[in-house]
């Protein structure tokens, strides 16, 4: 595709309940980012890949979190017992390169995750 | 870790009017891009300027890398320029946003 897709675009849920969101990058893309932006905030980092690996996890913020992206495209972010303080938009950009290249990130449209 | 401040955290302005938003960092970066988030959430590229200066219409970028900030100008504001404008940067691998500056413009 032209750009990079997420989906769904909205989700809710409900407290306890595990949840899957999914990001298509850029075709061509080797690098793929995942960030979260809550009400009001910039977004921070989550977690990084650069192919099938994950570069950087450091900003998963705890164990219920884990994503993939086992054929270097595709990338899922898993999210285990959801709790309300999870409710956020979820956004994944890819880029040419990795974080020590020319990485010019672009950017999904969001999953919006509402746990009740 | 590298501390990224924005200013200023709010500005309403007329259409027509100019405006300079600024991103400050606390340490070296590799690269810095600037976003504009448009009300319904998408983040849109902006500019791509480790350093040096872009201009792209009406809206211009200069990042001074060794004094530590970058600037964005809009020229001629315009409705659609309303929403949150963000640096990110990237400092040796880590990925940090700015808290964004939140633009109005008024008709």
């Known amino acids: 595709g032209a750009g990079v897709s997420q989906t769904p675009s909205n989700k809710v849920t409900e407290k306890g309940k595990y949840v899957e969101l999914r990001c298509d990058p850029i075709?061509?893309?080797?690098?793929l980012y995942w960030y979260r932006q809550s009400l009001g905030q910039g977004p921070e980092f989550l977690i990084y890949?650069?192919?099938?690996?994950?570069?950087?996890d450091s900003g998963l913020p705890n164990d219920r979190f884990f994503a993939v992206r086992p054929e270097g495209s595709v990338s899922t972010l898993k999210i285990q017992r959801t709790e309300r303080g999870d409710s956020a938009v979820y956004l994944c950009a890819s880029s040419f390169a990795g974080t020590r290249g020319y990485n010019e990130q672009f950017f999904g449209p969001g999953t919006r995750l509402t746990v009740l | 870790g590298i501390q990224v401040e924005q200013s200023p955290p709010d500005l309403i302005l007329q259409e027509g009017a100019n405006s300079t938003l600024r991103c400050n960092f606390s340490d070296s970066v590799n690269n810095l891009q600037w976003f504009h988030q448009n009300p319904w959430g998408q983040l849109i590229n902006l500019f791509y300027i480790p350093s040096g200066t872009k201009q792209n219409g009406r809206l211009s970028a200069t990042t001074v890398a060794t004094e530590r900030y970058s600037l964005l100008y809009i020229s001629s504001s315009q409705t659609t320029d309303s929403g949150v404008y963000f640096c990110l940067l990237n400092q040796g691998g880590k990925l940090i946003f700015g808290q964004g500056t939140e633009l109005s413009v008024k008709p």
């Open positions: 890949f650069q192919g099938t690996g994950a570069a950087d």
């Open positions: 075709s061509g893309h080797t690098a």
